[in-house]
RNA sequence: GGCCCGUUCGUCUAGGGGUUAGGACAUCAGAUUUUCAUUCUGGUAACAGGGGUUCGAUUCCCCUACGGGCUACCA
């Protein structure tokens, strides 16, 4: 619809436009249908995954990934599938699946199909799937594209070893060691089938080919060559009986019919081996597409951001709070800290990708209709939270004030504070313009229903002297009589008793500021006067006059 | 070390053979706010370096430098 439309509109405009020569015309207009007949079958719908595996918190790069997918999942009409890869049993993380489950649901990232939701693929969990791979890693080893390999660690260990003696670039796997492993290219069938039968431990690994260069068309970097003398004999089944990374990926891909493979960069190097697996299982002619995401850097940019910087730096990277079952340490994540999922998801969007118009501002139906996987940089970005929070105060502004009421009320009823509805919305008018995060409510805000215990040291030293004092004693005094107790009658009072004392009202507004809030700064004063109340104000005068002294 | 990927203001990025190299965040200054914040206006600030190709290269090609990723029976 979006596209016929826009289709529409460029066509009318250029049938409209005087400009060119009718040839030239003829040529745009060809080479419009060309491009939209393009857009059209690229906007077929999609099957893609979101592939976590539960090793510990879901981190924020995995939530851009997610995101990504989830977008042209949503553009084309297709399907987001969220499938879980626990094929490494000793890295599994007890709760890791409830976090990646709830992380997605809080960031309103929707999976359509999947752990958690089901679908026409199940199981989605790879270690319920254990049994498929091992059967396609049996036809390749029958069909000669893989092999049963037995050495154990201390002899690929001794085999690393003696090729970097040689000053080797060889791998300790492949094409040129082979031969010298003990596997069921080497060892005579009778002894493979015994040690088979006997129960030695063995993987199954993948045959590459000596000689030959693999290709990969990737979306987003275009051709990638690799030579296949890089490639090593990989692992395909492990001795536990589980496959690795790349059997399980690239069967569940295959069966679950994944058209588009959209994933972190780390997987680059290890794409053509994919290629490779394709074509060995004889998929090679529905092999999804490629797009490799550029990395997300560390703030410095040395390195990618890892779970380590979570704290380190001082903002999250986890969205949900995360504690480690091991250690019991806790680290805050996006949620808990103020971040709205609308503003984390702009951001996350425009890392690495940007619609190339200057609007910076996307809701996530604009999002779906904007992106383009065509789009997405090559170049790792930089994790700046800055700009999240300049985004989270953008969508922060554009929430009413019943959206944001219940921040306020939650703690004035943990304080067994009841405040009228006008009043909370009232305060929330003046506060939500000053704030980042929701919570800073709260911390800004706190003044109009608590009377200040401390004052500002350093605003007291430069701004409470004589005149200031001479003034709020004649404020006092005036506003006990004012009536009613209001924005602008307190206003009006104020100017009054400063033009009566022959003093500029911005020469004494700090001072009052201080006695009414403890603070310098705030949101306005006469507003919250109204707010805190004649009594209220009367008794902070009072006890500000008492308290502090003046400095000479 | 080897292989792969990358490199435009401090950061995210637009652009692309001829542009005053555009925007946003951050930062600085001014205005508004009788304070602060918000808002508005303006400023500082970038094509990693060297070779080609070309009338012309930031844009295309090569090399170098730098950065990143991978190099596990981890994903």
Redesign the pocket.
């Known amino acids: 619809m979006g596209v016929a439309g826009a289709f529409a509109h460029r066509l009318l405009a250029m049938v409209r436009a005087p400009k060119g020569a009718p040839k030239e015309r003829v040529i745009r207009l060809a080479w419009l249908c060309i491009s939209y007949l393009w857009g059209f079958l690229a906007m077929s719908p999609v099957r893609v995954r979101f592939?976590?595996?539960p090793?510990g918190a879901l981190h924020i790069g995995g939530v851009r990934t997610a995101l990504y997918n989830f977008l042209l999942a949503r553009q084309t009409g297709g399907t987001m599938i969220l499938r879980i890869?626990?094929?490494?049993q000793?890295?599994y993380v007890p709760g890791a699946e409830e976090y990646i489950l709830e992380s997605l649901a809080w960031a309103g990232i929707h999976i359509d199909e999947g752990v958690g939701v089901g679908g026409p693929h199940a199981p989605y969990r790879?270690s319920e799937r254990k049994q498929l791979y091992r059967q396609f890693a049996e036809k390749l080893v029958a069909e000669g594209h893989a092999y049963y390999?037995?050495?154990?660690?201390a002899e690929?260990e001794t085999m690393?070893k003696s090729l970097l003696a040689a000053g080797g670039?060889t791998?300790?796997?492949g094409s040129q060691t082979r031969a010298q492993m003990a596997n069921s290219l080497t060892l005579p069938s009778a002894e493979t089938s015994l040690r088979l039968q006997r129960g030695d431990?063995?993987?199954i690994r993948l045959k590459v080919p000596a000689d030959e260069t693999i290709h990969l068309h990737d979306l987003i970097?275009?051709?990638?060559?690799?030579?296949s003398s890089?490639i090593?004999d990989?692992?395909l089944m492990?001795?536990?009986g589980?496959?690795?990374?790349?059997l399980?990926?690239v069967v569940d891909d295959h069966l679950m019919q994944i058209s588009h493979v959209i994933r972190g960069?780390?997987?680059?190097?290890?794409a053509p081996l994919h290629v490779l697996l394709y074509r060995s299982l004889g998929w090679a002619d529905t092999m999804p597409q490629f797009a490799?995401l550029?990395?997300l850097?560390k703030?410095d940019?040395?390195?990618?951001l890892s779970k380590r910087d979570a704290d380190q730096m001082g903002f999250p990277i986890f969205p949900l709070n995360w504690t480690d079952p091991k250690t019991n340490e806790l680290v805050k994540g996006f949620r808990e800290s103020g971040y709205l999922p609308e503003a984390l998801l702009n951001f996350l969007a425009?890392?690495?990708?940007?619609p190339?118009t200057?609007q910076?501002l996307f809701t996530l139906p604009e999002l779906i209709n904007a992106f383009q996987l065509e789009?997405i940089?090559?170049?790792?970005?930089?994790?700046?939270i800055?700009?999240a929070?300049?985004f989270n105060?953008?969508y922060l502004?554009q929430k009413s004030v019943a959206d944001l009421a219940p921040f306020l009320t939650a703690e004035l009823t943990a304080r067994d504070r009841s405040v009228s509805e006008t009043t909370v919305a009232l305060a929330i008018t003046i506060l939500k313009?000053?704030?980042t995060f929701p919570h800073e409510l709260w911390s800004e805000g706190e003044f109009l229903f608590v009377a200040p215990t401390t004052f500002d040291e350093s605003v007291a030293a430069k701004k409470w002297n004589a005149e200031a004092v001479a003034v709020i004693r004649a404020y006092k005094d005036a506003l006990i009589a004012t009536e009613p107790f209001t924005a602008p009658a307190v206003?009006d009072v104020?100017?009054k008793t400063?033009q009566a004392l022959h003093i500029?009202?911005?020469k004494i507004?700090?001072a009052l500021?201080l006695a009414l809030t403890g603070r310098?700064?705030?949101?306005?004063?006469?507003i919250a006067m109204e707010i805190i109340g004649r009594e209220g104000v009367v008794a902070r005068l009072e006890h500000a006059l008492k308290t502090l002294t003046v400095k000479s």
Not at 85 to 88: K, L
Not at 242 to 246: A, I, S
């Open positions: 592939a976590p595996s090793t890869e626990d094929t490494d000793s890295r790879q390999a037995f050495d154990t660690e690929l690393r670039s791998l300790p796997y431990e063995y993987v970097r275009g051709d990638v060559y690799v030579h890089q090593d990989k692992v492990k001795s536990d589980m496959p690795t990374y790349h399980a990926n960069e780390e997987w680059l190097p290890s490799h550029p990395l850097l703030p940019g040395h390195g990618k425009f890392l690495g990708w940007n190339g200057e910076e789009r940089g090559k170049a790792g970005a930089r994790f700046d800055q700009k929070k300049w105060q953008q502004k313009e000053r704030i206003k104020l100017e400063t500029g009202t911005g507004l700090q500021r310098g700064t705030g949101p306005d004063l006469m």
